[in-house]
C-alpha cells in the first residue's frame, strides 16, 4: 500500500483484498453467503493450505502500517497439479485485484497495482518482449565505451557464437564448432532456454543466448534456413528417386514389348 494510504487502511480491508487475491489466484475457493439483512460473508470452502499474518510494522509515533504475509502449498488439495502463474498470468491477475480495489475501496486512491507502462507492456507478446530485451544487449554491447579499450567477456563470447553460426551449417556443426572455442552448448528446461558455458576459465561461467548475448534471434533465423535446405534436400531426394522409378518403369516396360 501507499503511505497515503496507510491511516484509511485497516486489518478489514486488508483481510478482504488479501482473501480475494486468493481467490484470483485460484489458491482458494470462496463462497460468498448472505444473511438476511444483506451482510455477505465469504467462507473458504476449498483450495491450497494456506497461512497468513496481520501485523503492524509502524514505528512509535508514526501511521499504521498494516501488513499481511501469505504462504500457500503449491498444489490444491486432492491435486498434483502446481497453480504457478506465468508473468503474463500473473499481470491479469494484479490488475482483476486492482479492479476489485478501486470499486469497493475508492478511498485507497494511491494504491495502484500496475502503472499505465506495465499495464500498455502486458498487450505485447512474448516474443516481442524478447526481441526488444535482445536489440538493448546487442546496442549495450556494441556501444560499450569499454570495447574501445578492451573486449570484455560477453563481447568475446557473442564475437565467436556469431562467427561459429555463420560458419556452421547445422546444428550439431554449430555446437562442434563452439566447443573447438571453448564453449560448451546447454538447453534447459521446456522452452529449451540456450545458454554458453565459457570453460577457458576456471569458472565456467554460464551466458544466456537471449538476454545476456542477445543472439536468440540470430540463430532462430539461421534455424530456420537450416530447416529449408534439409527440406529442400528431400524434396530433391524425393524427386532423383521417383524419377528413377518412372524410368525403371519406362525399361520394363520396353522390355516386354521386345
Known sequence: MHPDDYEKLNPEILRDLALKWLEIRKVIDVDHISDEKGRVTSVVTGGCLVFGNIHDESQPGQNKNFHIHLMF??????ESKRIRLTKSQFRKALLELEGYQKEKYPELTNSIVLDKMTEKNMS????????????????????????TKRVTKVQEVRDIFIGCLDKAKS????????????????????????????????????????????????????????????NRKKELQTTIEHQEKERTKERDSLERSL
Open 73 to 78: 502449498s503449491p498444489n490444491r488439495l486432492g
Open 124 to 147: 505485447k507478446t512474448a516474443s516481442t518482449r524478447r526481441n526488444e530485451i535482445e536489440k538493448k544487449v546487442q546496442n549495450r554491447l556494441d556501444n560499450d565505451p569499454s570495447k
Open 171 to 230: 546444428k550439431t556443426e554449430l555446437v562442434t564448432l563452439l566447443a573447438d572455442h571453448g564453449l560448451v552448448w546447454h538447453e534447459r528446461g521446456k522452452k529449451k532456454t540456450v545458454s554458453l558455458e565459457d570453460c577457458r576459465g576456471s569458472k565456467g561461467k554460464r551466458y544466456r543466448l537471449d538476454r545476456s548475448l542477445g543472439q536468440l534471434e540470430l540463430y532462430n533465423e539461421k534455424v530456420m534456413e537450416w530447416n529449408k535446405i534439409k
